[in-house]
């Protein structure tokens, strides 16, 4: 797995999830519930990674680059 993007919110990175779905790529959230557990309030410490499997990642870069979220 690869990350193709942190995000510092889950909003951001489910909307990225979605356009990557969209294109047949299957990508997975990490770390989104740890932010609500923790009550970290600053996420520079604690950044939300968007992962994809090793062969599809740069076409999810491209996806991405493509399409910013912001």
Known sequence: MKTVEK????FSANIAKGVLAEAGIEAFILNENLIFTTGAVNTD???IELVVEDSQYEQAVKILQA???E
């Open 67 to 69: 399409k910013p979220i």
């Open 7 to 10: 995000y510092n919110n889950s």
């Open 45 to 47: 410490l604690i950044s």
